[in-house]
Each structure stands twice: as structure tokens, then as C-alpha cells.
T-cell receptor, first 114, second 114 residues
Framework: GEDVEQSLFLSVREGDSSVINCTYT??????LYWYKQEPGAGLQLLTY?????DMKQDQRLTVLLNKKDKHLSLRIADTQTGDSAIYFC??????????????FGKGTKLSVIP | DTGVSQDPRHKITKRGQNVTFRCDPI?????LYWYRQTLGQGPEFLTY????????KSRLLSDRFSAERPKGSFSTLEIQRTEQGDSAMYLC????????????FGNGTRLTVT
């Protein structure tokens, strides 16, 4: 079945860049997503990328997709203390599954040191 | 705020009791989803509605669980005869009726079964 893997922890200093990595197994994934979850809250959609794209940039966020290696990364430039949260990578199903059944990784907890 | 709304935010119940959660999706969204998130894990898909029709159910959704969306707007998720293993965050999400439409999540209902 589909699997999404992420490292569990990342610690960076305020003002540095953060890079959160994710690998997935489903080669028919159509969309890949990054969500942010703060303590006790739901998931906030940060950005998503279609599988035929290599890169997407949105203000401080840059998503890179290497479809051959099934590797996705999220770079946060000028990381702030408010970026401290858990970041989830998710992929949507391929043909026939639609966008509804997302498979999530376990999340990467980003800690920003002032 | 016109995001996905879930009620209650927290629910504590004794084992064996029934509980019901409510989700109000973003108003123009035809699709509604329920996910479950346990501690230290990413969300897992439970079920999906297109308007009032329940089109997909995960094998995680035992016969003690039932979800409805009677008029294609809000949805309820009921758990009968709760067990301690049901303790989790129950997340609702909604999206437009397009394969490209990302899921927008609510803040979830945290269930604790004692």
C-alpha cells in the first residue's frame, strides 16, 4: 500500500532556513501536500504541488518535487518562532481514487530556537 | 470565519457511551471527509461524502461508527459503545467537487474515552 515517510524532528535557529523532507511510495500520486498543525489544532493547508511540476514557490515557502526519486521537500526561508509546529506531508491517490483519500506521513516536529 | 467548523472541540465520555460529533463544511464545498488522528500519527482516512451520498468507507470504520450527511451540508459522526481505543482527534475536511481541489480541515474534536 501507499506509504509516506518523514523524519520526526527538526531544530533550527530563528532566521535560518528549514528544510523538511518526505518520501512516498505511490508512483501514481497526483498531488502532494504540506499541512501545518499547531498544538491542539487542526491541519492548516500550506501548499500543494501537482505531480508534473518540479517546484512551487509561495512567499517564504518553496516546494521541490523529485518524481523519479519520489522525494518531496518543503523549505521555509527566514524561519520564525511562529513556524514551530508539526508539518505533515500527504499524497493523494492515483487514478480512480480521486483527491479524497490522502495518505499522511507521521509529521515532522519543527522547533525554532530564538 | 468561513472555514470548516467542528463541534464540540473536546469530548470526555465513559467507555460504553455513545457520542456524536458535528461538522459544518465550507459552504460551497460538495465533498466532506472524516479523518482520525491518534497521538504521534498523521491523520487516517475514515469516510467521504459527495453531497449527501457516502461514497467511500475505510476498513477503520467499524460497525460501531456511522456517519451521515442528510442534506448535503453538515455531517455527523456517531460512535456507539465507545472503547478506550476510540480516543483520538476526529478531523473533518471539505473540498470542492474537483479532483484538483485541496482538502481544508477543521480544528477537530478531541475524544477521550475513560
Amino acid at each position: 500500500g501507499e506509504d509516506v515517510e518523514q523524519s520526526l524532528f527538526l531544530s533550527v535557529r530563528e532566521g535560518d532556513s528549514s528544510v523538511i523532507n518526505c518520501t512516498y511510495t505511490d508512483s501514481s500520486s497526483t498531488y502532494l501536500y504540506w499541512y501545518k498543525q499547531e498544538p491542539g489544532a487542526g491541519l492548516q493547508l500550506l501548499t500543494y504541488i501537482f505531480s508534473n511540476m518540479d517546484m512551487k514557490q509561495d512567499q517564504r515557502l518553496t516546494v521541490l518535487l523529485n518524481k523519479k526519486d519520489k522525494h518531496l521537500s518543503l523549505r521555509i526561508a527566514d524561519t520564525q518562532t511562529g513556524d514551530s509546529a508539526i508539518y505533515f506531508c500527504a499524497e493523494s491517490g492515483g487514478s480512480g481514487a480521486g483527491s479524497y483519500q490522502l495518505t499522511f506521513g507521521k509529521g515532522t516536529k519543527l522547533s525554532v530556537i530564538p | 470565519d468561513t472555514g470548516v467548523s467542528q463541534d464540540p472541540r473536546h469530548k470526555i465520555t465513559k467507555r460504553g457511551q455513545n457520542v456524536t460529533f458535528r461538522c459544518d463544511p465550507i459552504s460551497e464545498h460538495n465533498r466532506l471527509y472524516w479523518y482520525r488522528q491518534t497521538l504521534g500519527q498523521g491523520p487516517e482516512f475514515l469516510t467521504y461524502f459527495q453531497n449527501e451520498a457516502q461514497l467511500e468507507k475505510s476498513r477503520l470504520l467499524s460497525d460501531r461508527f456511522s456517519a451521515e450527511r442528510p442534506k448535503g451540508s453538515f455531517s455527523t459522526l456517531e460512535i456507539q459503545r465507545t472503547e478506550q481505543g476510540d480516543s483520538a482527534m476526529y478531523l473533518c475536511a471539505s473540498s470542492l467537487d474537483r479532483g484538483t481541489s485541496p482538502l481544508h480541515f477543521g480544528n477537530g474534536t478531541r475524544l477521550t474515552v475513560t
